[in-house]
């Protein structure tokens, strides 16, 4: 079965501090990769997302991922936090011979501190 | 339009009440998702809808009860819930079942009392 782990439950830094969050999945075939945010009382929002090409992704608000196939990652990662990036972080993937099902991480809960 | 809409966007119900909550798409995505989300959790798919016929069905207690009444409209019908029901209740849609990523709205918390 797919599955995906985010090793970081919790990570606490201070602003200006860069930031790598570390997801690995678990699937042999080709799939499409996603880090989605959610800010404290909102909705989940799409950060960025791999699906074929260059294995290196920018996504929204200075945020970029590496696709890495053959350490089955999909690590995200800002070079410098701000306080607004507090939030719970969310890698999910989809295997492309599925009906569009994501499975999501446990997720990570950054904290920036000011 | 390029957003889910989800209403009401709070819900307090008792264990014998009947509600239905609400999701709407004016992208043209024809999949569309239930998923329930607790908190500090992942969000857990509940359902899935694919041209408006359900596609999968993720052993959800028939307490729930989704319908698809067009491609724009996602309802799940709510009887008999459990306090442990209570959560954020999100939709999604998608352009198709085989494209691109997911739209998540807002969600609605449910309070099951």
């Known amino acids: 079965a797919q599955s995906v782990s985010q090793h970081n439950h919790h990570v606490i830094l201070s602003e200006a501090a860069s930031l790598e969050l570390g997801c690995n999945y678990s699937y042999g075939g080709t799939v499409n990769l996603f880090w989605y945010v959610q800010y404290p009382g909102q909705h989940l929002q799409l950060l960025l997302k791999y699906f074929s090409g260059d294995p290196l992704v920018k996504g929204i608000k200075g945020f970029e991922a590496e696709f890495i196939k053959s350490k089955f990652s999909f690590n995200l990662r800002k070079p410098s936090v701000q306080w607004s990036d507090t939030a719970e972080y969310f890698c999910a993937v989809r295997s492309s011979g599925n009906t569009g099902k994501l499975i999501f991480g446990q997720g990570t809960t950054l904290q920036v501190k000011p | 339009d390029t957003e889910v809409t989800q209403t009401p966007k709070h819900l307090v119900m008792g264990m014998t009440n009947k509600k239905s909550l609400k999701c709407e798409q004016h992208?043209?995505?024809?999949?569309m998702y239930w998923y329930k989300q607790k908190a500090k959790k992942p969000p857990e798919l509940m359902f899935v809808y694919s041209y408006e016929k359900l596609s999968i069905n993720e052993s959800v207690p028939s307490r729930f009860s989704p319908e698809c009444p067009n491609s724009s409209l996602l309802n799940l019908h709510l009887h008999a819930l459990q306090p442990e029901d209570s959560a954020l209740y999100l939709c999604?849609?998608?352009?198709?079942?085989?494209?691109?990523?997911?739209?998540f709205g807002p969600g609605t918390r449910l309070t099951v009392l």
């Open positions: 999604a849609s998608r352009r198709d079942v085989g494209g691109n990523e997911q739209f």
């Open positions: 992208m043209g995505h024809r999949a």
